[in-house]
Nanobody, 125 residues
Framework: QVQLVESGGGLVQAGGSLRLSCAAS????????MGWVRQAPGKKREFVAA????????VYADSVKGRFTISRDNAKNMVYLQMDSLKYEDAAVYYCAADRITAQAMAVMEEYSYWGQGTQVTVSS
């Protein structure tokens, strides 16, 4: 029903920026809350950010608040994650996720209806 493909990952120095993109397919894209989740080797999955389907309200993990910005373009079926002031601890595989829940709910969930394949973000010192 919804297919997600992430892109934009790569290698960046600490303090730099990256913009991740998630291309979604599906006629009802605008009815899904979209989010980003990351996982580094040896660490648990961590919620990053979400944007609600209804009013576009956003939720961020405390660790990225003020540095990352999630946005969506419903006309283009795209979701973005602008990452600024990157830190070494931000290195992880970043996954785009979609579900018919609120952004607040996505922040505390560990499983979602749809996932992308992920894109690797590597941060060097």
């Amino acid at each position: 029903q919804v297919q997600l493909v992430e892109s934009g990952g790569g290698l960046v120095q600490a303090g730099g920026s990256l913009r991740l993109s998630c291309a979604a397919s599906g006629r009802t894209f605008s009815r899904y809350t979209m989010g980003w989740v990351r996982q580094a080797p040896g660490k648990k999955r961590e919620f990053v950010a979400a944007i609600d389907w209804s009013d576009g309200s956003t939720v961020y993990a405390d660790s990225v608040k003020g540095r990352f910005t999630i946005s969506r373009d419903n006309a283009k079926n795209m979701v973005y994650l602008q990452m600024d002031s990157l830190k070494y601890e931000d290195a992880a595989v970043y996954y785009c996720a979609a579900d018919r829940i609120t952004a607040q709910a996505m922040a505390v969930m560990e499983e979602y209806s749809y996932w992308g394949q992920g894109t690797q973000v590597t941060v060097s010192s």
